[in-house]
């Protein structure tokens, strides 16, 4: 058969639910009418119960007072390995630039130069004046041509060899 809640249940709801859980566990244990009515009062013994078990839950748990200060010194030092890192590859990058250039530079420039010097002491005798001129400006500004795309292609490597280090993994 359900338990039908009387008066007394309201009653005594009431005085559960406007107690503290020493008081819940006070009234479990002592005597007079709220006592004989949880004694034969399932739900109401029930909900005392509840309330004075909350009395024993044990307070929150505080994290370490040092938990933050650690993360924040590891987080600390992966940033410092970070920017070493990314000094490391801007230096590389200088590195393989400058080495491309002491190689890539001289060489075709001094080639250039060369044709365009004695490139016009041969064709002299052969070509008129004007022509002469006009090829040795057309030379001039394919080489310049030339120098701009090396120029470009070492800016392009530069760039390549410096990328920031990968992140961390931080899960
Ligand atoms: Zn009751």
Redesign the pocket.
């Given at each position: 058969m359900k338990h039908l809640?009387?008066i007394?249940?309201l009653n005594?709801?009431e005085a559960i639910l406007g107690s503290s859980p020493a008081e819940a566990a006070a009234m479990l244990r002592g005597g007079g009418e709220l006592r004989a009515?949880l004694d034969a009062?399932a739900?109401?013994r029930t909900l005392a119960r509840d309330l004075a078990a909350l009395g024993s839950v044990p307070p929150p748990v505080e994290p370490p007072a040092d938990v933050c200060a650690r993360a924040i010194a590891g987080a600390a030092i992966e940033l410092r390995r970070v920017r070493r890192e990314a000094r490391r590859a801007v230096l590389r990058a200088a590195m393989r630039v400058a080495l491309v250039a002491a190689i890539g530079v001289p060489l075709p420039l001094a080639w250039a130069v060369s044709v365009w010097r004695y490139g016009a002491v041969w064709l002299a005798p052969l070509l008129p004046q004007p022509l002469l001129v006009f090829l040795g400006g057309a030379f001039a500004l394919a080489c310049l041509a030339g120098l701009s795309a090396l120029a470009f292609t070492l800016t392009l490597i530069a760039g390549a060899a410096a990328r920031p280090p990968r992140a961390p993994a931080w899960s």
């Open positions: 809640r009387t007394d249940c005594a709801e009515h009062c739900a109401c």
